[in-house]
């Protein structure tokens, strides 16, 4: 269930990449602002509350933020990261310069279309799912 005043963080769970991700997310929320569950966890129509769909989670990370907004890919990673103090200073150059913002989202898109291929190189738990 999606907890109303909480941060979610939705992930591919039958990816190796997207999990290994996940398990460094949920070590860097010490605090425990963040739920950290695949996608899979959750009924699609609760999902489609907030506008996002089993499909959509499968492409990208999701975030549904504690006040219901969703941010996905890159802006999900940003807003993840925001909310640790440490990381607020890349985050603002980030968005300042916005050929860094550029970057990160096709970096991230390039390694969200490849994650099959980039788990099983590192020898993640490969995807079960059919390419």
Same mark, same amino acid.
């Given at each position: 269930?999606?907890?109303?005043?909480?941060?979610?963080?939705?992930?591919?769970?039958?990816?190796?990449?997207?999990?290994?991700?996940?398990?460094?997310?949920? +070590?860097?929320? $010490?605090?425990?602002?963040?739920?950290?569950?695949? *996608?899979?966890?959750?009924?699609?129509?609760?999902?489609? !509350? #907030?506008?996002?769909?089993?499909?959509?989670? /499968?492409?990208?990370?999701?975030?549904?933020? +504690?006040?219901?907004?969703? *941010?996905?890919? /890159? #802006?999900?990673?940003? *807003?993840? =990261?925001?909310?640790?103090?440490?990381?607020?200073?890349?985050?603002? @150059?980030?968005? /300042?310069?916005?050929?860094? =913002? =550029?970057?990160?989202?096709?970096?991230?898109?390039?390694?969200?279309?490849? !994650?099959?291929?980039?788990?099983?190189?590192? $020898? @993640?738990?490969?995807?079960? =799912?059919? !390419?």
């Amino acid at each position: 269930m999606i907890q109303a005043g909480k941060d979610h963080l939705l992930f591919d769970g039958d990816c190796g990449i997207c999990t290994w991700f996940s398990d460094l997310a949920k +070590r860097m929320d $010490g605090k425990r602002q963040f739920i950290v569950e695949p *996608y899979q966890m959750f009924d699609e129509s609760e999902l489609q !509350r #907030f506008g996002i769909s089993y499909e959509n989670c /499968a492409k990208e990370l999701k975030i549904i933020t +504690r006040r219901g907004r969703v *941010y996905g890919g /890159a #802006f999900g990673v940003n *807003y993840f =990261l925001w909310q640790k103090p440490v990381f607020r200073p890349l985050i603002i @150059l980030i968005y /300042a310069l916005p050929l860094l =913002l =550029l970057v990160e989202v096709i970096g991230y898109k390039l390694v969200a279309v490849n !994650r099959h291929r980039i788990s099983e190189w590192f $020898g @993640l738990k490969a995807c079960a =799912l059919k !390419r």
